[in-house]
T-cell receptor, first 115, second 118 residues
Framework: AQSVAQPEDQVNVAEGNPLTVKCTYS??????LFWYVQYPNRGLQFLLK??????LVKGSYGFEAEFNKSQTSFHLKKPSALVSDSALYFC?????????????FGAGTQVVVTP | GAVVSQHPSWVICKSGTSVKIECRSL??????MFWYRQFPKQSLMLMAT?????????EQGVEKDKFLINHASLTLSTLTVTSAHPEDSSFYIC??????????????FGAGTRLSVL
């Protein structure tokens, strides 16, 4: 069975500083990895995915993530955080072999960016 | 592209009544849709996988007779909470899986439905 760990319940960062949200995973076979962001009382918005290819993936709103197979990690990063980046971030994984494409989500990390 | 519409966004009902939530993929066909439940400040809990033209597959612990899912077309799945009770109050979110194009393998989410049962 697959699992996702987001070790930090909350990340606090000052506006303009680098932002990192951590994610590690466990899955049988090759992983498909995803990051989503959720604003209050809203659904999830897709940020980026890793399926195959370059380990560094660039996504929406200036976010990027690096797939590290040896460390089974897929940390989300942004070089310069904005106050508007304050939201709940979810990492998700599914095994390549799951034909239905079911995701396993992490517990979520609340990001707070202060002016 | 890849827009998923979910209605209603908020519903209040009396205990014992049934509530239907619709999930539509507006600009792509979705043979597979998912229904999640989310408690405050918690992650998404997958309730069921909805496949067009076939019965939904429910996760362990989810009551099939309480949460009825119908996926009658490639763009519409519905979740009906039957005989709702206060403990069913929650945030319900649907997603649709894109099977082709640049968005392949991505789940696109609706905006969610806040259900409050009095």
């Amino acid at each position: 069975a697959q699992s996702v760990a987001q070790p930090e319940d909350q990340v606090n960062v000052a506006e303009g500083n680098p932002l990192t949200v951590k994610c590690t995973y466990s899955v049988s076979g090759n992983p498909y990895l995803f990051w989503y962001v959720q604003y209050p009382n809203r659904g999830l918005q897709f940020l980026l995915k890793y399926i195959t290819g370059d380990n560094l993936v660039k996504g929406s709103y200036g976010f990027e993530a690096e797939f590290n197979k040896s460390q089974t990690s897929f940390h989300l990063k942004k070089p310069s955080a904005l106050v508007s980046d304050s939201a709940l971030y979810f990492c998700a994984v599914r095994p390549e072999t799951d034909s239905w494409g079911k995701f396993q989500f992490g517990a979520g990390t609340q990001v707070v960016v202060t002016p | 592209g890849a827009v998923v519409s979910q209605h209603p966004s908020w519903v209040i009902c009396k205990s014992g009544t049934s509530v239907k939530i619709e999930c539509r993929s507006l600009d792509f066909q979705a043979t597979t849709m998912f229904w999640y439940r989310q408690f405050p400040k918690q992650s998404l809990m997958l309730m069921a996988t909805s496949n067009e033209g076939s019965k939904a597959t429910y996760e362990q612990g989810v009551e099939k007779d309480k949460f009825l899912i119908n996926h009658a077309s490639l763009t519409l799945s519905t979740l009906t909470v039957t005989s709702a009770h206060p403990e069913d109050s929650s945030f319900y979110i649907c997603s649709a899986r894109r099977t082709g194009g640049s968005g392949k393998n991505i789940q696109y989410f609706g905006a969610g439905t806040r259900l409050s049962v009095l």
